[in-house]
């Protein structure tokens, strides 16, 4: 077959329709990196791995640094060894936390926020228990008979609303005499409820009498002549009568009150009766020795000197 002859000269001469390429120093950019708006096959998977992860994991920390933490945390919340150490200790332990609550317990209606709160610890353990227990009630006085204000006339004293067990526990007890010396409340006697019985480690009984109805200043205010120091010694006989583990008795007063007054010595009279020891409170401080009374004063006046009565005189 005989070939098709090439024609020379068919295009004009001249400059070349096409563009002329220009060398250029920047980077033509690869297709790659424009952001795209179709998610690649890649991409895809890596969101579903990311989607399947916890939600603990997402974190931008060291691994290292996060078990770290992990340890520290598990060490802060490890409780205090308490129940090993010693008992002395423990009973130091426990001397703190019940400080704030006060020496002598009586019904008050500050007793939930001083006292209720503060033994929800014995619900802790059995032990703690009997330790917390024991060392509530042996280290605080406890009152017979309430002087606080709506518990004043209650029909039932602190010491019969605790248990055996309880009552079993206390060292101290307190009989205050001279609130509604007047008119005592109905429930101001010595019957088996009261529980004075099931206080057979009781060591100390303090009577603590804050007024004395037979002196003078109660000239026209008393029910009748005798009446609040007999109603006090068949109480403290009562008391003393159901107690006969005990051996002494301490006696305390208002400064207001006299040793020698009726009052007291019909006090005396009862325990020494009773066979029972008498000592004293550190609030008066009374000792063995008779009670030596300060000299009467006719009058609280100092006396004018002479030099400024005659001023006065002669200005007059």
Not at 61 to 90: G, H, I, N, Q, W
Not at 262 to 281: D, H, N, P, S, Y
Request: include cysteine; glycine fraction near 6%; aromatic fraction near 10%.
């Amino acid at each position: 077959m005989a070939r098709r002859p090439v024609r020379k000269g068919s295009r004009a001469v001249g400059a070349s329709s096409r563009p002329t390429p220009i060398p250029s120093t920047l980077t033509t950019p690869i297709s790659s990196a424009y952001p795209s708006t179709y998610a690649s096959e890649a991409e895809v998977d890596a969101e579903d791995v990311v989607s399947q992860l916890p939600l603990d994991a997402l974190t931008l920390s060291d691994v290292a640094k996060d078990e770290e933490e992990k340890k520290t945390a598990e060490k802060k919340k490890k409780p205090f060894p308490y129940m090993d150490l010693p008992m002395e200790l423990r009973l130091k332990v426990l001397g703190y936390y019940f400080a704030d609550v006060g020496s002598v317990i009586d019904l008050d209606t500050d007793n939930w926020k001083r006292i209720h709160k503060k033994l929800g610890i014995l619900r802790t353990s059995r032990t703690m228990y009997f330790e917390a227990s024991h060392f509530f009630y042996s280290t605080h006085t406890f009152r017979l008979f309430p002087t606080m204000g709506k518990f004043f006339k209650a029909k039932k004293p602190l010491l019969a609303r605790l248990n055996k067990r309880q009552r079993g526990w206390i060292t101290s007890l307190e009989l205050r005499l001279g609130p509604g010396w007047n008119r005592p409340p109905r429930g101001w006697v010595v019957n088996e409820a009261l529980g004075l019985a099931d206080c057979v480690n009781l060591r100390k009984l303090t009577v603590f009498v804050e007024c004395d109805p037979s002196d003078n200043v109660f000239n026209g205010f008393r029910r009748a002549d005798g009446f609040y120091e007999k109603f006090s010694r068949e109480l403290l006989g009562g008391v003393l009568a159901g107690l006969p583990i005990l051996d002494r008795v301490y006696f305390d007063a208002w400064s207001s009150v006299k040793k020698s007054g009726a009052m007291m010595r019909g006090l005396f009279e009862v325990t020494l009766a009773q066979g029972k020891k008498i000592c004293w409170g550190p609030e008066r401080g009374w000792t063995d020795q008779e009670e030596v009374e300060p000299p009467k004063v006719d009058n609280n006046f100092a006396p004018i000197p002479n030099t400024i009565m005659n001023t006065v005189v002669a200005v007059a």
